[in-house]
């Protein structure tokens, strides 16, 4: 994997983790529980990639240093965290983490599978797959609705978009550079769009 998606994956990982760490405090976790759910928030959109391309090991145990750094992560931000959560502020922060992970992992997601020759369609969904998982799973662990599935703010419609933005980038103009920027930024701008004004999809 090149330097680039590398970095955009950790960026990706750190965003992911905060937000589950924020919703494991949310629920009265302990630091078991912290670091659990951060691992699964971060890791497990990844990790199914990962086993659906038959790629081993997994990315973050080929890379332990990255489950090192959210087990720093949640002991030094559990404790700021915990009494925040209900701050407006302290929300939007999520917000915009969450967003931004979706950003980035819709990209790293939507290289990898396009790098190893898989169908632009197949790797679109790769995209949204890796920026969508680990928050099914980090929600199902926190006994709600998976947020993915409710009629709510656009959410994975923004990954897909943005995969696709990647997409078309890197195989037209054949820049990784801007493939990943084009789709961080596409990503990211439409999630806090559809924040904004409350965009749904009709059906």
């Known amino acids: 994997m090149n330097t ?6 950790v960026l990706g990982i750190i965003a992911f983790a905060l937000t589950g760490i ?3 405090r949310k629920k009265g976790m302990d630091i078991v ?9 971060a ?3 990844g990790s199914l990639r990962d086993l659906i391309l038959n790629r081993h090991p997994l990315f973050w145990i080929e890379h332990y240093e990255y489950a090192v750094l959210l087990l720093v ?10 009494g925040q959560f209900k701050n407006s502020k302290m929300i939007m922060v999520v917000l915009v983490l969450d967003a931004l992970g979706l950003g980035f992992f819709s990209a790293s ?8 020759g898989c169908a632009a369609f197949v790797s679109a969904l790769l995209g949204v797959t890796t920026a969508v998982f680990g928050g099914v799973m980090r929600d199902i662990i926190c006994n709600e609705v998976p947020y993915v599935f409710q009629r709510t703010e656009l959410y994975a419609t923004c990954s897909f978009i943005g995969a696709w933005c990647y997409l078309a980038v890197a195989r037209g103009a054949g820049n990784e ?3 990943v920027t084009a789709c961080i930024v596409v990503t990211f701008t439409l999630r806090m769009f559809a924040i904004r004004y409350k965009i749904r999809l009709p059906i």
């Not at 529980?33 to 928030?41: E, K, N, P, R």
């Not at 992560?73 to 965290?81: D, E, H, K, R, T």
């Open 33 to 41: 529980g912290v670091y659990s759910v951060a691992m699964i928030t």
């Open 22 to 24: 924020s919703a494991a």
């Open 43 to 45: 890791f497990g959109g």
């Open 109 to 116: 997601g939507a290289s990898v599978a396009d790098r190893l």
């Open 177 to 179: 550079i801007l493939a």
């Open 4 to 9: 680039l998606i590398k970095t955009v994956e």
């Open 73 to 82: 992560m949640c002991l030094l931000a559990s404790g700021v965290i915990a």
